[in-house]
């Protein structure tokens, strides 16, 4: 009964999104809609497994879904048009007379990720509405009790209500004002699910939205590029950390686990990612997942498309990463310059990245006590224990 | 939706004011179309009364019921399908360079 319970998984994860945002769109009801959209894979869970998996099983939980509302809000005696409405609600939905149909879940996406919302809500309705992530591990991973998650989910939807937030997608210029912020909270997903110790199911997830915001807006290179950053990232996961969990450098990593799927798929996405912000961060990874060994690097590249990102916006998170790819290109010397122009004004002042990277070009350019007095600050100034296991680690080496 | 916008005054205004619309051709293009119902600059707050009335007894204090630096020096009543067309008529608004404006939608 595995395979019952497994098309369940699959149906569900292609079709929840799209039944929760074309119920939001006829009865303007969240909590209804995840509810009923919840109940429908509950169901599904049950009569698959004695009835045979249906031959279309998005549809079979759509109407499932929509059987439930009516329901609910028959019982509520809600006005009649938008019982007939929902009367009317199938899966796939038939094609209307005309194109320019816009997808149930290109709206969800906008609405959840409305900048009238705190950004962090925005982050946790995604999570919730659209991806079906269960209250309890947004919670976890916000650090608060599912309580407190509950509310703050609550206080969101209320808001979308109350303050007449519209459930629809921006055309034309607001299009272009609004998707930076949209991509920018699937960026926060993703990084939370990538870093040291975040959730590593939103990683997958956030690659999940992205692909569906790709493939809705195909020509907006940015969901391209995002795209592509998330897949080149991810292609890593596997080798990543050592057998102790510890985060290794790129140059340390075992090349041959790294996926090779998803880096020909994020490759080939870049040829319509363009030049933007997360096109360019997609490029360079590019650079490192095609790179055979760590010596085979194309350094000059990396540090041509972060030239690209100075110009774009020179944080010093950029400039940074800038100098240490300057660093490689072109020797350390031509790094420690530009670092020494990234920190001036004393914004890296004791920022462990800056110290490390500071410390690696000084070991490169042959001064072995000031990188290693580098390398033990760099690792009094980090919070995590592995990555200061590493860090005292190069001391010794350099000092050897 | 109706929203009632407050234009207020802010410690930080844009640098640069030139770039802020005109007011007259804001209020003539939003009363064409029919997104501004009703609307008005207000006195200064030293023209302000406040009242109160406390166990019965009616308290009047002479200007707003809070000193603040940032002010409320005028309204406009819109009409609008949703936040986002609330938002574009908002940030049209000189005010929204000078100062801020706030959008509080109206129950009902």
Known sequence: MTDAAGAVAAAGAEAYPRIVAALIRVTGDWTLAEDCAQEALAAALERWPRDGVPGNPGGWLMTTARNRAVDVLRRAAVERRKLRELALLTDPEPAPPEGDVVDDRLRLIFTCCHPALALPDRVALTLRTIAGVPTADIARAFLVSESAMTRRLTRAKTRIAAAGVPYRVPTGSALVERLPGVLAVLYLLFTRGYDADGEPAFAAEAIRLARLLHELLPQEPEAAGLLALFLLHHSRRAARRDPAGDLLTLDEQDRSRWDRVGIVEGVALLDRAGHGPYALQARVAACHATARTAADTDWPAIAGWYDHLVRLGPTPVVRLNRAVAHGYAYGPAAGLALLAEARAGGVLDNYPPALAAEAELTARHGDRDRAAALFRAAADAVRSEPEQRALLRRAADVSR | ?108
């Open chain 2, 1 to 108: 939706m109706k929203y009632m916008m407050l234009v207020c005054t802010d410690t930080e205004p844009d640098m640069d004011p030139s770039a802020a619309p005109d007011i007259e051709q804001w209020v003539a293009e939003r009363d064409a179309n029919g997104q501004r119902v009703t609307g008005s600059r207000f006195a200064p707050p030293s023209a302000a009364t406040t009242v109160r009335v406390r166990d019965g007894e009616l308290l009047l204090t002479d200007g707003p019921f809070a000193e603040t630096k940032e002010v409320i020096v005028g309204f406009d009543l819109l009409e609008c399908a949703d936040l986002d067309e609330a938002v574009e008529v908002a940030r049209a608004h000189p005010m929204a360079y000078a100062g801020r404006i706030e959008l509080r939608p109206l129950v009902d």
